[in-house]
C-alpha cells in the first residue's frame, strides 16, 4: 500500500500498532501514544483486503485494531505472529469475522468491545422498525420526487403496533433491550426465541404489566417460545439479534418467511447471513404487504439483486452502533485492549466495562484489558 494511505502518530513509540481504518474520537489514540506505541491508521475508505493487512503488518508489528469487515483468519494470525505480534482487537462486540481458535493455536489474545453499542443498536431496531411499519422509505421518495398534492385517505397507510404481539430472536443484551423499549414504550407483548430464559426481562415485563392494570389499561405479557417458528408464526413484527455461527447461518430462510403472516415486520440489525438475503427479495415480491428492515446485509457491501428495488424493504447501511458516544466507546475499548496485552495486564472480561469509558479522563481505568474473548483458553490471569 502507498505510504499516503497510512497516518503515523509517536513515530519513536517502542510497540507498533496498526489501525486498519480511522476511528472517531481521539481518545483512543491517547491510550495507545500514552504507552508508548508507534500507531499506524490507515486512511483508506475501502474494504482491505488479506494481501493489504499482511503487507500493512510487514517485518514488526505488535498489535492490530481490525474491523468486523475483515477476515481474520490463520493465513494473517501467522502474519502477525511472525512479525512479534501478541494481540488483535476486533472493533466490534461480535467476532465471526476471526478465526479465534488460530489466534487462540498461536498464542495470540483476541479482543471485543462489548456493552457499548447496546442501546445504539436497539434504537436502531426500534427506528427500523416503526419507519418500516409507518411506510416512511416510500413516503419520503414520494415526497422528494415531488409527486405530493395534498392529504389524501390513503396516502401510505401503515402498520400501527401499539397492542400488537413483537417476537424477538436472541433475547442477548442488544435484544433484550430493544424488547424492553417496544413493550414499555409501545404496549406490546412480547415473545422471544433465546437457547435460555431470560428471566430479567420476563419479570420487567410482568412489574410493567402490573403498573398498566393499576392504571386501567391492559396487561401486556412475555413468554419464551419452543422455537423460532413459534415465534415467526405467532408475532406481528419480528427482530433478529442473534449472533452469526454456523447454526444461524440463513436462519431465516425461505422456508420460514413463509410461516410468517402476510403483512408481517422483518428487522434485522445482527448480522447479514442470518437471513437468506435471495429469499427474502422473492418473499418480499410476493408480499407487497410484507416489510423488511435492514441494517445488514449477507454480502455486505454489496446487496441482493433486486433488494433496493422494493418499497417494501428499507435498508441503511449498517450503521447500528453510528452514536458518536458508542462508536468512540468501542474505539476505547478496543485501544484498551491492545494496551492491556502489550503492558501484560490481566484480563477484566466483566459485563459492565463502563470503568474504561468514565475512567479515562480522570486515569482511573482499572489496569487492565476489557474485554479477551479466549482469554480462559489461554490461560490469561483474570483482574
Known amino acids: 500500500m502507498a505510504e499516503g494511505q497510512w497516518q503515523v502518530y509517536n513515530t519513536a513509540g517502542?510497540?507498533?500498532?496498526?489501525?486498519?481504518?480511522?476511528?472517531?474520537?481521539?481518545?483512543?489514540?491517547?491510550?495507545?501514544?500514552?504507552?508508548?506505541?508507534?500507531?499506524?491508521?490507515?486512511?483508506?475508505?475501502?474494504?482491505l483486503s488479506a494481501t493489504d493487512l499482511k503487507t500493512a503488518i510487514g517485518n514488526q508489528c505488535h498489535g492490530v485494531i481490525g474491523q468486523l469487515t475483515e477476515t481474520?483468519?490463520?493465513?494473517?494470525?501467522?502474519?502477525?505472529?511472525?512479525a512479534g505480534g501478541i494481540v488483535y482487537s476486533n472493533l466490534a462486540v461480535g467476532f465471526d469475522n476471526v478465526d479465534v481458535?488460530?489466534?487462540?493455536?498461536?498464542?495470540?489474545?483476541?479482543?471485543?468491545?462489548?456493552?457499548?453499542?447496546?442501546?445504539?443498536?436497539?434504537?436502531?431496531a426500534l427506528a427500523l422498525t416503526f419507519a418500516a411499519a409507518r411506510r416512511l422509505g416510500e413516503a419520503e421518495r414520494f415526497l422528494r420526487e415531488r409527486r405530493f398534492h395534498g392529504w389524501l385517505p390513503t396516502l401510505y397507510v401503515g402498520k400501527q403496533l401499539r397492542g400488537k404481539t413483537l417476537g424477538i430472536i436472541g433475547a442477548g443484551r442488544i435484544g433484550a433491550a430493544y424488547g424492553r423499549m417496544m413493550v414499555s414504550g409501545h404496549q406490546m407483548n412480547l415473545l422471544y426465541f433465546?437457547?435460555?430464559?431470560?428471566?430479567?426481562?420476563?419479570?420487567?415485563?410482568?412489574?410493567?404489566?402490573?403498573?398498566?392494570?393499576?392504571q386501567g389499561e391492559a396487561p401486556v405479557w412475555c413468554r419464551r417460545a419452543e422455537n423460532v417458528e413459534e415465534v415467526l408464526t405467532v408475532?406481528?413484527?419480528?427482530?433478529?439479534?442473534?449472533?452469526?455461527?454456523?447454526?444461524?447461518h440463513h436462519l431465516i430462510d425461505a422456508n420460514r418467511l413463509s410461516l410468517m403472516k402476510h403483512d408481517a415486520i422483518l428487522i434485522n440489525t445482527s448480522r447479514g447471513p442470518v437471513v437468506d438475503e435471495k429469499a427474502?427479495?422473492?418473499?418480499?415480491?410476493?408480499?407487497?404487504?410484507?416489510?423488511a428492515g435492514l441494517d445488514v446485509f449477507e454480502d455486505e457491501p454489496k446487496l441482493a439483486p433486486?433488494?433496493?428495488?422494493?418499497?417494501?424493504?428499507?435498508?441503511?447501511?449498517?450503521?447500528?452502533?453510528?452514536?458518536?458516544w458508542s462508536r468512540s466507546g468501542m474505539a476505547t475499548?478496543?485501544?484498551?485492549?491492545?494496551?492491556?496485552?502489550?503492558?501484560?495486564?490481566?484480563?477484566?472480561?466483566?459485563?459492565?466495562?463502563?470503568?474504561?469509558?468514565?475512567?479515562?479522563l480522570e486515569g482511573t481505568s482499572p489496569p487492565a484489558a476489557p474485554s479477551i474473548v479466549n482469554a480462559e483458553a489461554l490461560g490469561l490471569a483474570v483482574f
Open 72 to 82: 481474520w483468519g490463520e493465513t494473517l494470525f501467522l502474519t502477525l505472529k511472525a
Open 194 to 214: 433465546n437457547r435460555h430464559p431470560n428471566n430479567a426481562l420476563e419479570a420487567y415485563v410482568s412489574s410493567y404489566s402490573r403498573f398498566l392494570t393499576s
Open 101 to 124: 481458535s488460530a489466534a487462540t493455536h498461536l498464542g495470540i489474545p483476541v479482543g471485543n468491545t462489548p456493552g457499548v453499542l447496546t442501546a445504539a443498536t436497539a434504537e436502531l
Open 280 to 291: 427474502l427479495v422473492v418473499h418480499c415480491q410476493k408480499h407487497p404487504e410484507f416489510r
Open 14 to 47: 517502542k510497540w507498533r500498532v496498526i489501525v486498519t481504518k480511522m476511528l472517531p474520537d481521539e481518545r483512543w489514540l491517547d491510550i495507545l501514544t500514552g504507552i508508548g506505541c508507534r500507531v499506524e491508521v490507515c486512511t483508506e475508505t475501502r474494504l
Open 306 to 324: 433486486g433488494l433496493l428495488a422494493l418499497d417494501n424493504v428499507l435498508a441503511v447501511p449498517h450503521i447500528g452502533s453510528a452514536t458518536l
Open 235 to 248: 408475532a406481528d413484527c419480528v427482530s433478529i439479534h442473534t449472533t452469526l455461527n454456523p447454526a444461524t
Open 333 to 360: 475499548l478496543a485501544a484498551y485492549n491492545v494496551a492491556g496485552i502489550l503492558q501484560n495486564h490481566p484480563v477484566w472480561n466483566r459485563s459492565d466495562v463502563s470503568l474504561f469509558l468514565e475512567g479515562f
